[in-house]
């Protein structure tokens, strides 16, 4: 009778799966798995931190809508990926994480790397169990994936000690599930979809935010129609960036704030109430909300809502087209908005052209935003030089905007690089990082020369932890604000060289374009360290002394 082993299962299952590619860092604990894998056709990828082998397989379901997954070794291993999976938590992703352990014959003895896993990993997991026999690890991986599609999608963690995973069983005993789990979308209550409906149709001032299970549920279609149907303003965020055209004649970037906190029906699409709307409060206090959300629990949480759906966004869309009968009467609204967009961009195109040196990141930003080609994946991995060009820099398709989510996790932007390429090798990838963000898994720039894949960073080199530093020195003042959040302007261009790969140093505007350019022609994964101005903040993007 053929016999097989715990790591042929899991090469089998995933490549029956579709997965394509595990990430992982080499351990001891599960290098079963990665011979099995190869057996299967599925390719590994060894990264130089588990955390960026956790960020690659988020940011695997994020851009090909398979399961992500990554295997890391037992204690370091699995704990070094807590903040990968915690990411994928909080940004609603589903993925898998595997992770070794100690024979389970000698479990509480004292083994090497045993600890605990499965209870740490609880808080932040849809599903988290140990896998006690070998023939069940199909079983099991079956359950873990359900579960990370079950409503509120997120990862899902499963230990498998190395005894369970080195046994081999006779072949005929081992069962592989394929219809395990359902494809099919969640849709609305009728009743719920007339009324939301009905409210719609007699807005003067409605408004809706679109968030990130717009993506996670493919539904930049549904939404696109629905806004055409009805032209109501349609704000983005998260992973729903890009789903609608950056010149489309619905999408609305930098009134968010004043059409929020002026709407008198607000429609919030797969995204919570949660910090980045104030929780709820920066919604006008009278207005009718509607929401639509995969999560029962997340509907009505921290604000009262009228309508709530509990729905999948493409089938909630869906039928609230049909239900709508036509454009709502919103023009004069319309107008106002745009001619706040209007105002607000004069306001910022002396920093879009600046020619300051130091560089201002809004200039910096236009000259990305330009360089991007259509179908390019844009990676943002940093705090305040992110949020400044989050208005400028505007993917053009769906899917194409990856950012770590409401857990703010700096350094996904080198393994959210590594999976866009492993996944769509022919696509252009940018990423944009602050230099803080860039030393935390910047070493992977080593990955992503070992598999040849041509990406390009740049770097918005201040020199400092500027979101905090500002925050600090606003309340302690310069003699005390200066603690614990100035770095060294390296040359981060250079450490890339050093890998193999391609940089440029820049300091002045004008070089910036043929920098990025000549990185693109380099066809290797390339690193454009730009010095960008310190003194400019999110908070208020005009270049200022903060010390007057």
Not at 45 to 50: A, K, L, Q, S, T
Not at 390 to 412: E, F, H, Q, S, V
Not at 502 to 513: C, H
Request: aromatic share 6%.
């Amino acid at each position: 009778m053929a016999k097989i082993t715990g790591g042929q299962m899991v090469g089998r299952f995933l490549a029956r799966e579709g997965v394509k590619a595990l990430f992982t860092l080499s351990g001891g604990h599960i290098m079963d798995i990665y011979a099995g894998c190869l057996e299967a056709g599925v390719r590994v990828i060894d990264v130089r931190h588990e955390q960026s082998a956790a960020h690659a397989a988020d940011a695997w379901t994020r851009l090909t809508g398979v399961p992500g997954v990554a295997a890391v070794t037992a204690g370091p291993g699995v704990t070094d990926a807590v903040t990968g999976v915690a990411n994928a938590f909080r940004a609603q992703v589903p993925m898998l994480l595997i992770g070794g352990q100690a024979p389970l014959k000698g479990i509480l003895k004292g083994g090497l790397q045993e600890i605990n896993h499965v209870d740490i990993m609880k808080p932040i997991t849809k599903f988290s169990a140990t896998v006690f026999d070998t023939e069940r690890i199909p079983e099991f991986m079956t359950i873990a994936l359900r579960e990370a599609y079950n409503g509120r999608p997120g990862p899902s963690f499963l230990e498998i000690p190395t005894d369970v995973l080195d046994g081999a069983v006779d072949e005929s005993t081992v069962r592989f599930p394929e219809s395990y789990r359902s494809r099919g979308r969640m849709r609305g209550d009728t009743g719920f979809i007339e009324r939301a409906a009905e409210l719609l149709e007699t807005a003067s001032r409605p408004v809706m935010l679109a968030g990130t299970q717009v993506q996670h549920c493919r539904a930049s279609g549904q939404l696109g129609e629905f806004a055409e149907k009805t032209g109501i303003p349609v704000y983005l965020n998260g992973a729903a960036r890009g789903s609608l055209p950056p010149d489309s004649a619905h999408f609305f970037a930098r009134s968010r704030r004043t059409a929020l906190s002026k709407a008198d029906v607000a429609m919030i699409v797969g995204t919570p109430f949660d910090f980045r709307l104030g929780y709820g409060n920066r919604i006008a206090p009278g207005a009718k909300i509607i929401q639509i959300d995969l999560d029962y629990a997340e509907l009505c949480h921290n604000r009262d809502v009228d309508v709530p759906i509990c729905a999948d966004a493409g089938s909630a869309l869906e039928d609230l087209t049909s239900a709508v009968r036509g454009p709502l009467p919103c023009g004069d609204w319309r107008r106002q908005l745009r001619a706040e967009e209007d105002k607000a961009l004069t306001g910022d195109a002396p920093f879009l052209a600046s020619e300051d040196v130091p560089i201002h990141p809004m200039r910096l930003a236009r000259e990305i935003n330009e360089f991007l080609d259509d179908d390019a994946i844009f990676i943002a991995d940093g705090g305040d030089v992110v949020t400044i060009s989050a208005n400028t820099i505007r993917t053009r398709k769906p899917g194409k905007w990856l950012d770590p989510g409401p857990l703010g996790t700096l350094g996904i932007g080198t393994p959210f690089a590594i999976a866009a390429k492993a996944a769509l090798p022919s696509t252009e990838v940018v990423i944009l990082f602050g230099d803080g963000a860039f030393g935390c898994t910047g070493m992977d720039f080593d990955t992503l020369v070992r598999f040849d894949m041509p990406v390009i960073g740049i770097v918005a080199n201040n020199a400092a932890w500027n979101q905090v530093r500002f925050a600090q020195l606003l309340r302690y003042g310069p003699e005390k604000g200066r603690t614990a959040n100035e770095l060294s302007p390296l040359r981060y261009d250079r450490l890339v060289e050093a890998m193999g790969g391609y940089g440029e140093n820049v300091t002045e505007p004008r070089q910036i374009r043929p920098a990025l350019e000549r990185a693109r022609a380099s066809g290797k994964p390339a690193c454009i360290n730009v010095m960008v101005a310190r003194d400019v903040f999110s908070s208020s993007t005009k270049s200022m002394s903060i010390y007057s």
